[in-house]
């Protein structure tokens, strides 16, 4: 079984600073990839990063980067440079080998960011 | 290009109702998902189909729940005499096809309550 944690229910950030969001998961699989979704009050999960079990290099797009510690099954979402817009619930999720590679999610974490 | 659809965005329906829930996937996807986001489950799997092969229901909750897919595309997800507990964002993904690292898109939902 897979099992997706994260810690941080709730964060605030002050516009322009970096924050980093928590995801560490367990799973027996031997191949796997990690997701970052954002979650806005509209509701609609907008894919965010993608890190493979097997790639070498931490992912980034933009200003989101994922600390991949593969030894100490963690995922962490980097945001560079918060924005009001950054506001929203994110999601940490993981892509496995069962029924056609469903994702398992973790609980989320609310970001605040302050002006 | 246009994005996963879904309607209707909000259903209040009886207790003891059906109701019928659709997804439209993005173009050309063949890999279409269902999950469930409650306030008390988080966000869980409930049904996958991948082109036109027999779909994989190892999430649906009850035998009250019930997926098709006309054609390879539309998909509608029906709920026989709905419950309280029914009450959820019911979300709908779709994915180009069985490439691993393929990220699942998401739609608006589709905002459920049951009276």
């Known amino acids: 079984a897979q099992k997706i944690t994260q810690t941080q229910p709730g964060m605030f950030v002050q516009e322009k600073e970096a924050v980093t969001l928590d995801c560490t998961y367990d799973?027996?699989?031997?191949?796997?990839?990690l997701f970052w979704y954002k979650q806005p009050s509209s509701g609609e999960m907008i894919f965010l990063i993608y890190q493979g079990s097997y790639d070498q290099q931490n992912a980034t797009e933009g200003r989101y980067s994922l600390n991949f510690q593969k030894a100490r099954k963690s995922a962490n979402l980097v945001i560079s440079a918060s924005q009001l817009g950054d506001s929203a619930m994110y999601f940490c999720a993981m892509r496995g080998l069962g029924a056609g590679n469903m994702l398992t999610f973790g609980g989320g974490t609310r970001l605040m960011v302050k002006p | 290009g246009a994005g996963v659809s879904q309607s209707p965005s909000n259903k209040v329906t009886e207790k003891g109702k059906d109701v019928e829930l659709r997804c439209d996937p993005i173009s050309g996807h063949t890999a279409l998902y269902w999950y469930r986001q409650s306030l008390g489950q988080g966000l869980e799997f409930l049904i996958y189909?991948?082109?036109?092969?027999?779909?994989?229901k190892s999430g649906l909750p009850s035998d009250r729940f019930s997926a098709e897919r006309t054609g390879g595309s539309v998909s509608t997800l029906t709920i026989q005499r709905t419950q309280q507990e029914d009450s959820a964002v019911y979300l709908c993904?779709?994915?180009?096809?069985?490439?691993?690292?393929?990220?699942?898109?998401f739609g608006p939902g589709t905002r459920l309550l049951v009276l």
């Open positions: 993904a779709s994915r180009p096809g069985r490439g691993s690292r393929e990220t699942q898109y």
């Open positions: 799973t027996s699989d031997p191949s796997y990839g």
């Open positions: 189909f991948q082109g036109n092969s027999a779909p994989d």
